[in-house]
């Protein structure tokens, strides 16, 4: 009898390196987390002024691509740059996302988002997004390429 790839990875013992891909990995979702400003769906709909299901409306910008989230546990966090001062997505994230992979979400596109990008002369493309949207679309889409 075969076992699939599966299996195999899931009854191994973790080497170490794989400990320290993984403890390295909670870090930087550790350093992100204090580092970077977020809203849960309450702490928005108060910023927006939605009485009712936020939860829902956050949903459903997410499904339109309008915006990202990550999670933690079983909330959605979204982070704070995306939104302008009366907590309206910025209409660049979606002018972003549309140049990103499906599969490049959560956690590992908010570190691309606070990494400093030489594209954008060593700044983080979530400080400049903002300003120019243009230059962080080219960014995101020269980060993303195949090439």
């Known amino acids: 009898m075969r076992s699939n790839g599966k299996d195999c990875l899931l009854s191994r013992t973790p080497s170490r390196a794989d400990r320290d891909d993984v403890g ?18 309450e702490q928005w709909a108060k910023r927006r002024g939605v009485a009712t299901n936020p939860s829902a409306t956050l949903a459903k910008y997410r499904e339109q691509g309008r915006l990202f989230s990550v999670r933690e546990g079983r909330n959605y966090l979204y982070p704070r740059f ?40 060593g700044r983080k493309p979530s400080e400049v997004l903002a300003k120019d949207p243009a230059a962080v679309r080219a960014a995101a889409a020269d980060f993303y390429s195949d090439d």
Do not use: C, N, Y
């Open 24 to 41: 390295a990995l909670i870090g930087l979702r550790k350093r992100l987390r204090e580092h970077v400003p977020m809203l849960d769906s």
């Open 82 to 121: 995306q939104f302008d001062p009366d907590a309206a997505p910025l209409d660049a994230v979606a002018d972003v996302l549309k140049v990103v992979p499906e599969d490049a979400s959560g956690w590992p596109l908010l570190s691309w988002f606070e990494a400093p990008s030489t594209m954008l002369g």
